[in-house]
């Protein structure tokens, strides 16, 4: 055993002794004493050989060896890539550029939300958020879509897993942010003037044009002697401060549950100028939102009275005006998250 100790002795005062000049030098080290070959491996290996009324003593000071190489390779590191004791240092160029801090970027979809709210904003509307997961009533029912409505179907819907004992509301993935115009009419008296920005669900299968998720900016005013005119000039500002003084609108009757009379919006396709593309399918028009006056039912829902009050609504997507101000013509780039194409709205604000 004898031996045993002045190996240790000696292996010890090699590794006091022990100076790297650099960080190979360093996993050099770390390989000859720790690794799964190293000598502090073949030393605690001699414990098989201690007669047992020694084993105790032995394994004590084996063990404190290991302590003291370990401890060694800890300091090594920690004076980074040189020891402590080490004359050696690390010459530094100091007049070399530094490395270059790459810069984020605002997603393009945030930006061109962000503008709109700030359009509306300068209308007087006030921005409210709600819930990503709703209830049903939220989502469609107090949207004047009752259970059976065939109109639910324009819209696929993701719906949550009922609890095993079936009670509680019908929760669902909301599909459009009409459900946040729904929270506020219910704590909220008219005059009420909100924009409701937000991520929406529906049960879609990924392509270039469809998503499983996107976003929308939907608008609510409700005062009294709140006309169609109303809309119209809201939205044709919009369109304007959004795209320039040149785009043309267009209003097309539709059905929406909650708005009656409905209408669709199309701007002239700023791609083609109205000569007729893909994006505008060959008509020089291109849709971009739903709008129409809230339904009396609607009003009603909230104990507003349709008999005083009126109002306006609107719904469109923030995916589709992005397509149309920067050209991106697949809808899956918003949420690949590929760098080459969000550092292309590097500096936008
Ligand atoms: N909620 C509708 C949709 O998501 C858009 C809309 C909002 C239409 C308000 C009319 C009025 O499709």
């Known amino acids: 055993m004898e031996d045993l100790l002045k190996q240790i002795e000696q ?6 002794g022990f100076v790297a000049k650099a960080a190979d030098e360093v996993e050099q080290f770390r390989i000859k004493w720790l690794g799964t070959k190293g000598l502090v491996k073949a030393v605690m290996g001699e414990m ?3 007669p047992n009324e020694q084993k105790k003593q032995f394994g004590q000071i ?3 060896f290991k302590l003291f190489a370990e401890a060694k390779f800890e300091a090594l590191q920690a004076s980074n890539d040189v020891s402590g004791k080490s004359s050696a240092k690390v010459l530094i160029d100091q007049s070399l550029p530094g490395d270059p801090v790459s810069v984020g970027s605002r997603h393009p979809l945030s930006l061109v939300k962000n503008e ?5 904003k300068r209308l007087g509307f006030v921005v409210a958020e709600g819930p990503e997961i709703e209830d049903d009533w939220h989502n469609f029912g107090a949207m004047n879509l009752p259970e059976d409505h065939p109109a639910r179907d324009m819209q696929d819907t993701f719906y949550i897993k009922k609890p095993a004992d079936g009670n509680g509301p019908t929760w669902l993935l909301r599909t459009h942010t009409s459900s946040v115009q729904a929270r506020v009419m219910e704590h909220q008296k008219p005059p009420i003037r909100v924009i409701c920005p937000g991520r929406v669900y529906r049960n879609e299968t990924i392509s270039a044009r469809a998503h499983c998720f996107f976003h929308q900016v939907e608008g609510l005013y409700i005062d009294e002697n709140v006309s169609f005119a109303d809309l119209k000039q809201t939205l044709y500002f919009f369109v ?5 003084k040149d785009v043309k609108v267009r209003f097309r009757p539709s059905y929406f549950p909650f708005t009656e009379p409905s209408a669709e919006m199309d701007i002239s396709c700023l791609i083609c100028e109205g000569k007729g593309c893909n994006i505008c399918k060959h008509t020089g028009w291109v849709e971009i939102l739903g709008s129409g006056m809230v339904h009396p039912k609607v009003l009603e829902n909230f104990g507003i009275d349709p008999n005083k009050y009126t109002g306006f609504a609107f719904g469109m997507g923030v995916e589709r005006i992005t397509q149309l101000k920067y050209q991106v013509n697949d809808l899956r780039l918003y949420s690949q998250n590929d760098v ?9 604000v």
């Open 11 to 16: 292996y010890k005062q090699e590794i006091d």
């Open 240 to 244: 304007q401060e959004m795209f320039g």
């Open 48 to 50: 098989k050989n201690v």
């Open 116 to 120: 709109m709210v700030s359009i509306f």
């Open 340 to 348: 080459r194409f969000l550092k292309q709205f590097t500096g936008v």
């Open 62 to 64: 084996l063990n404190e």
